[in-house]
């Protein structure tokens, strides 16, 4: 790799670390690159990104950055996965992990928070986004719904009232 190759690499990783949401640190010795590939795969589909960095250059790109505190954990075979969406690469790493022993999960940061292992994997059985804007609609049009329902209740019980003294006069 020459200098400008270097150069690019350092640019393309500071990219990363200025527009994640969440960063997460992975050693990922001993995996194939079928699975390497499947770990890709599954984190496009969450719309999250898993890249293989030279720790060297990820130190270079960090200085400077809210992400800096990542530098301590670049040792080893170190990858990065990484997304705008602060739950969706913690979740597929997390879950990877599980099935997967090799892959093993160092920790990260979510803006200028440091997280362990254990907080990677907290942040990862969070809701998504999508499922919070969800839940949101559905506390909000419940009152909606209730409030129906009791002005429909006192028409309804005038009906069955007016229909009982019809049916008791008829006989």
């Given at each position: 790799?020459d200098r400008?190759?270097k150069?690019?690499?350092?640019?393309?990783?500071?990219?990363?670390?200025g527009?994640?949401?969440v960063v997460?640190v992975?050693?990922?010795?001993?995996?194939s690159?079928a699975e390497?590939?499947?770990?890709?795969?599954?984190?496009?589909?969450a719309?999250?990104?898993?890249k293989?960095?030279?720790?060297?250059l990820?130190?270079?790109?960090?200085?400077?950055?809210d992400y800096?505190a990542?530098g301590?954990?670049?040792?080893?075979?170190a990858a990065?996965?990484?997304?705008?969406?602060?739950?969706?690469?913690?979740?597929?790493?997390s879950k990877y992990?599980?099935?997967n022993?090799?892959?093993?999960?160092?920790?990260g940061?979510?803006g200028t928070?440091?997280?362990?292992?254990k907080g990677?994997?907290?942040?990862a059985?969070?809701?998504?986004l999508?499922?919070?804007?969800?839940k949101i609609?559905g506390m909000?049009n419940?009152?909606a719904?209730?409030?129906a329902?009791?002005?429909q209740?006192?028409?309804g019980?005038?009906a069955?009232?007016l229909?009982?003294?019809?049916?008791?006069?008829?006989?």
């Open positions: 790799m400008a190759q150069a690019a690499a350092v640019d393309s990783l500071a990219g990363i670390f527009s994640a949401g997460v992975t050693h990922y010795s001993g995996m690159v390497l590939t499947h770990l890709r795969a599954s984190m496009r589909e719309e999250a990104s898993f293989v960095i030279k720790n060297r990820a130190k270079r790109a960090l200085a400077g950055t800096e990542l301590d954990m670049l040792t080893g075979p990065l996965a990484f997304s705008a969406d602060p739950v969706a690469a913690p979740r597929v790493v992990a599980k099935d022993e090799k892959l093993i999960i160092l920790g940061m979510m928070t440091v997280l362990d292992e990677v994997k907290a942040l059985d969070l809701p998504s999508d499922e919070l804007r969800g609609l909000i419940t009152p719904t209730r409030i329902g009791i002005l209740q006192p028409g019980q005038l069955r009232v229909n009982a003294y019809s049916q008791s006069d008829a006989a």
